[in-house]
C-alpha cells in the first residue's frame, strides 16, 4: 500500500464543474504540499499547508491532520485547469527532514 | 532570478552512454533534491544535498548513478552504462531549508529516453 493514496486516478469534468481531489496517507507529516504538473513536466507547488484551509483565487485546500486526509477544491473549472495534480506529504521524522513522499497523481481534463 | 533551472530539457541516449544533467537552483536556496518520475506515476526521491554535502540517498540511486554539488550551488546527476529502464523525466527541486517545513520550487524537469 503506498504511504500517499490520491482518488480519483483520472477525472473528466465539464467547464464550470467543481472540483474535488482527494488525498490520504498513512504516516505522521509536518506538512503537505499541493502539485500541478503540466503535460510538459515542470510542476508548480499550488499550496503548503500543515493544518486548516487555504485559498488562492478559485483553488482551496484544506487539510485534516487526525483523520489524514486533505482535499483540493477547484470552483469554476476552466480548461486550463487541466493537468496533473499530485499530493506530496514532508514526512514528521528526522530521517528525512524535508523530503516530499508523493501520490501518483490525478489526471484532470476540463472539457469546454 | 528565474527559478530552478535543469538542462537539457530532453536527451535520448543510446544504451550504455553516460549521461549528465543539470539543475541551477534558486540561488538562496540551500536543500537540493533530486527526484525521477516514470510514466503514469509520481516522482520518487533519489537524493539531496544541503549545501555540498549529500545527506541522503535512495536505495533507488543504484552504484550507476552519481550526483554532485561541488560548491553548494548547482548540482549534477550522471547516469554511467545507461539501460532502457532509467528512461524517466528526472526532476530537481530546491528549498531554503530555514525551518522544518519549506516551500519547495520545482525545475521543469530532464526527460531522459534510453533507445
Known amino acids: 500500500k503506498n504511504e500517499v493514496e490520491q482518488s480519483p486516478q483520472n477525472l473528466t469534468a465539464q467547464e464550470g464543474e467543481f472540483i474535488t481531489i482527494n488525498c490520504s496517507y498513512s504516516?505522521?507529516?509536518?506538512?503537505l504540499h499541493w502539485l500541478q504538473q503540466h503535460p510538459g513536466g515542470g510542476i508548480v507547488s499550488l499550496f503548503m499547508?500543515?493544518?486548516g484551509k487555504k485559498k488562492h483565487g478559485r483553488l482551496i485546500a484544506t487539510i485534516n491532520i487526525q483523520e489524514k486526509h486533505s482535499s483540493l477544491h477547484i470552483t469554476a473549472s476552466h480548461p486550463r485547469d487541466s493537468a496533473v495534480y499530485i499530493c506530496?506529504?514532508?514526512?514528521?521524522?528526522?530521517?528525512?527532514?524535508?523530503?516530499?513522499?508523493f501520490g501518483k497523481g490525478t489526471k484532470l481534463s476540463v472539457k469546454p | 532570478d528565474t527559478g530552478v533551472s535543469q538542462n537539457p530539457r530532453h536527451k535520448i541516449t543510446k544504451r550504455g552512454q553516460n549521461v549528465t544533467f543539470r539543475c541551477d537552483p534558486i540561488?538562496?536556496?540551500?536543500?537540493l533534491y533530486w527526484y525521477r518520475q516514470t510514466l503514469g506515476q509520481g516522482p520518487e526521491f533519489l537524493t539531496y544535498?544541503?549545501?555540498?554535502?549529500?545527506?541522503?540517498k535512495s536505495r533507488l540511486l543504484s552504484d550507476r548513478f552519481s550526483a554532485e554539488r561541488p560548491k553548494g550551488s548547482f548540482s549534477t546527476l550522471e547516469i554511467q552504462r545507461t539501460e532502457q529502464g532509467d528512461s524517466a523525466m528526472y526532476l530537481c527541486?530546491?528549498?531554503?531549508?530555514?525551518?522544518?517545513?519549506?516551500?519547495?520550487?520545482f525545475g521543469s524537469g530532464t526527460r531522459l529516453t534510453v533507445v
Open positions: 527541486a530546491s528549498s531554503s531549508g530555514t525551518s522544518y517545513v519549506y516551500g519547495y520550487t
Open positions: 504516516v505522521g507529516i509536518s506538512a
Open positions: 499547508l500543515s493544518s
Open positions: 506530496a506529504v514532508i514526512m514528521n521524522y528526522g530521517g528525512s527532514q524535508g523530503n516530499l513522499i
Open positions: 540561488s538562496e536556496h540551500n536543500r
Open positions: 544535498f544541503q549545501n555540498e554535502a549529500q545527506l541522503e
